[in-house]
């Protein structure tokens, strides 16, 4: 049998992946989902934008408090915490954090941007002071990368973002880790990689799978509806390539956004997209296709802790081909949330 006749596995065991981007929110709906995440990922960095946002390293701690006790017993589950960076952040307050454990990067929200961002940065040098000191001891920056201006559409925010602000960013602080979150363009991808290893990129399973179509074609569907927006096909090809590039400047990070359908369902309809419960197969489906599966493990659970400075994890997980029906709704805790994939068959499942 040749090289290219080779059948493809029945099964994919690699090490215990981490997730390097997602949103619990909190009160019932955070114990409601967290079970979702502990459940596939051994870690998971976890987003500050709250209602109050996530500020300060004591409010993280307590954040971080809640979380693991909404694990399950039995499940080993480590939440890393962000702190949510304002005009008026204390640099000496994340300096203690980030020593102490507490923190382990800090998130830039252009104010305005997505969920609960008002809060957020006004003007990105007003962060100099902040942003210099992380540079100085190896805190990593997280970055939603749009601009919010009203004249700037929305299709092309990211890519404005790249030119006006973080490309300007790293050239004035080369030695900070930037992690560019969710990237969805080809501008972001052709960034990152021309970018030096200080620069990195999480993509989520959603912008691989979908373009705008998705959320226009055939009527308005609002759970397609995510910030940044899905872009052109053209984008969605990008962003698959280099998730199975093997470059290490790529890793998994969902994004999981829980909002409650009636939410999603409205006449302003909640920007987010909750693909936490199956995770892991939304991914590998997207690897598989693409002719990919040896290079899975080191998206989802090698690139991401060699960027953060973190030991891999040395438990292994098991997917298995096989048909898996994603339920049209799951429990949101105060009310029900329609998950990534509701009603269709994905072609793997976790068993172990």
């Not at 304002?86 to 997505?114: C, H, I, M, N, Q």
């Not at 419960?277 to 802790?305: Q, T």
């Amino acid at each position: 049998m040749t090289e290219t006749s080779r059948p493809a596995p029945d099964s994919l065991t690699i090490r215990r992946p981490d997730d390097w981007h997602l949103h619990f929110r909190d009160g019932a709906t955070m114990r409601a989902v967290v079970p979702h995440t502990a459940r596939q990922f051994a870690r998971a960095i976890v987003m500050p934008n709250l209602s109050p946002p996530v500020t300060t390293t004591a409010m993280a701690a307590d954040y971080r408090e809640r979380i693991r006790a909404a694990v399950p017993a039995g499940l080993d589950f480590t939440p890393l915490m962000t702190a949510y960076l304002t005009d008026d952040t204390d640099p000496e307050d994340l300096a203690r954090g980030f020593a102490d454990g507490v923190l382990t990067a800090a998130k830039l929200y252009p104010a305005g941007a997505t969920t609960n961002s008002a809060s957020g940065v006004t003007d990105i040098r007003r962060l100099d002071a902040v942003l210099e000191r992380m540079a100085a001891i190896g805190m990593p920056l997280c970055i939603h990368g749009e601009v919010t201006e009203a004249e700037v559409d929305i299709f092309d925010r990211e890519a404005v973002f790249i030119d006006r602000v973080l490309a300007p960013l790293v050239a004035r602080l080369p030695e900070l880790k930037v992690i560019f979150e969710h990237i969805t363009t080809e501008q972001a991808v052709d960034f990152v990689d021309a970018a030096a290893p200080q620069v990195a990129a999480t993509i989520t399973p959603q912008h691989l799978h979908i373009n705008r179509n998705a959320i226009l074609v055939g009527g308005i569907r609002p759970h397609m509806f995510c910030l940044p927006v899905a872009k052109r096909e053209r984008h969605r090809l990008a962003l698959r390539r280099a998730a199975t590039s093997a470059s290490v400047k790529y890793f998994l990070g969902t994004d999981s956004a829980p909002h409650h359908r009636h939410d999603k369902e409205s006449a302003c309809g909640c920007a987010g997209i909750f693909n936490a419960p199956f995770a892991l197969e939304s991914y590998l489906a997207v690897f598989d296709a693409e002719d990919a599966l040896d290079r899975f493990e080191g998206f989802a659970s090698l690139n991401g802790p060699r960027f953060y400075g973190l030991p891999v994890n040395e438990e292994r997980v098991t997917l298995q081909r096989v048909a898996t029906l994603v339920p049209d709704e799951v429990d949101g805790g105060d009310a029900a949330i329609v998950p990534f994939h509701a009603g269709e068959t994905l072609g793997w499942r976790l068993v172990g």
